[in-house]
């Protein structure tokens, strides 16, 4: 009993700061997108065109053409 509630305490510890830290990385990307789009008003899918041409300039590097 004694070890079950130690080992649920640590998979309790891991989960909380496993949450924390996506909590935390998602405010930070938006409070990143919002300051973006007041002011520079680039928008969210203008950021996603551009990283999906960039990918794709990678990935034609890679194959040599």
Known sequence: MIA???VAWIIFIILWK????TVSSALTIAAILILLNISFGITPQDILHYIMQFTQTISQFQNGK
């Open 4 to 6: 079950t509630l130690i």
């Open 18 to 21: 496993l949450l924390k830290a």
